[in-house]
């Protein structure tokens, strides 16, 4: 047995944005486990994910509905291939980012592959749904900005709307999330603040209360699921802190909270960062963003990036 199959592991799963035409391709080509995952997909959806991953088209790719189940098998290909191939040890813990945190729940033993998916393809249509029933959107806020500063930020723009934090990705950046007019406006008012607004291009206010529809969509699929407590801690992107893994009913509230309220990536990787000080953290495909944001988390973490093979 390798040093890297003994040593546990602190698990990064990617979240939406990772996407993109020929994600996990080398994995597939290279590690039947791989492959066969992608067809487990194939077979579940009732359509070739496998050839949207690797051959687009790109706009079916960036759908939603389609690049969270996109992300999530190619993560699980690429969790099942290290394994075998003895490149990864036991998890010792797991995070992801929005979706992702889906992929560290089944990698941590709370719910078969299979049941995975079809959850994340339900977020994803529903979130999807939301998103093109309300004229919304998103915008990066980049600078030194506090919680303080970004709650002041979304209560002077918000107007009539709805403009909330909604993504914490690093001390660096902040991403708001509510109505297409709020978003304009916090562009403007990110300016006169002194920060560099950055105008998304998303289908939607993800993470904010506009996700009501699709968050109650979430909980009855959530109930129909057959759970098993992780085997490992899995941090809540709520609260920044692992879910009581004895406690299914708070999991799953958890995750339907995360749909309405705001990714705490910043404070999840300080608590990783400060908890599992000193342990390999492995970022797994087909993403290299968590890797980035580690960076500026916390620069003695420096995860190993799987979004392609090695050697």
Request: proline share 6%; glycine share 6%; hydrophobic share 45%.
């Amino acid at each position: 047995m390798t040093d890297t199959a003994s040593t546990s592991c602190f698990i990064l799963c990617p979240g939406q944005g990772a996407q993109h035409v020929g994600m996990a391709r080398e994995w597939f080509d290279q590690f039947p486990v791989a492959a066969q995952t992608f067809a487990a997909a194939d077979e579940t959806l009732g359509f070739k994910l496998s050839e949207v991953c690797f051959s687009g088209p790109e706009e079916r790719l960036h759908r939603t509905d389609v690049a969270q189940a996109a992300i999530y098998t190619a993560s699980a290909a690429c969790y099942q291939a290290l394994v075998e191939s003895e490149q990864l040890g036991p998890i010792e813990a797991a995070a992801g980012l929005s979706l992702g945190e889906f992929t560290a729940l089944h990698l941590a033993g709370a719910f078969s592959f299979v049941d995975g998916l079809k959850l994340v393809r339900l977020r994803g249509e529903a979130m999807q749904d939301a998103a093109d029933a309300a004229e919304s959107s998103m915008v990066a806020v980049t600078g030194d900005v506090s919680e303080e500063q970004i709650n002041e930020l979304c209560d002077e723009a918000r107007g009539e709307g709805v403009l909330v934090p909604a993504n914490f990705n690093s001390p660096m950046q902040v991403v708001v999330s509510g109505s297409l007019d709020a978003c304009e406006r916090a562009v403007a008012v990110a300016s006169e603040m002194g920060f560099k607004p950055t105008p998304l291009t998303v289908a939607g206010a993800f993470h904010s209360p506009i996700m009501k529809p699709a968050a109650d969509r979430l909980a009855a699929a959530l109930d129909q699921v057959a759970w098993s407590p992780p085997r490992a801690p899995v941090v809540s992107n709520v609260t920044a802190e692992p879910h009581e893994a004895d406690d299914i009913e708070s999991i799953k509230r958890r995750l339907v909270e995360q749909l309405t309220h705001p990714v705490r990536w910043t404070q999840s990787m300080q608590w990783a960062a400060r908890e599992h000080a000193g342990r390999r953290f492995v970022e797994l495909a087909p993403g290299k963003v968590l890797t980035g944001l580690m960076r500026r988390i916390d620069r003695s973490v420096k995860p190993d990036n799987f979004a392609v093979p090695k050697g």
